[in-house]
């Protein structure tokens, strides 16, 4: 059994979001993401989400990018 440390964790956050919104129908719009009230959204890293979501090649996942990246700015302005 491997073991997860802090680092691994935070970078497993941004893939494991992405795969559970390419898994789920209607997943790539605003309403569904806030739905979901996902928390620790500063955490999560930017770049690695857009990355991850071009890389995949996948038009939903382009989408949901661009939305998650709109709520971590709303989460970042909510917490000033």
Avoid: C
Avoid at 34 to 56: C, I
């Amino acid at each position: 059994v491997a073991a997860f440390t802090g680092s691994d964790i935070d970078k497993a956050a941004e893939e494991t979001l992405l795969d559970l919104l390419y898994l789920t129908a209607g997943s790539d719009n605003y309403d569904f993401l806030e739905e979901l009230r996902l928390q620790n959204l500063g955490e999560l890293d930017p770049k690695r989400v857009v990355q991850l979501a071009t890389r995949s090649g996948r038009p939903k996942l382009d989408r949901a990018a661009r939305l998650i990246l709109q709520l971590i700015a709303e989460d970042a302005e909510d917490t000033r």
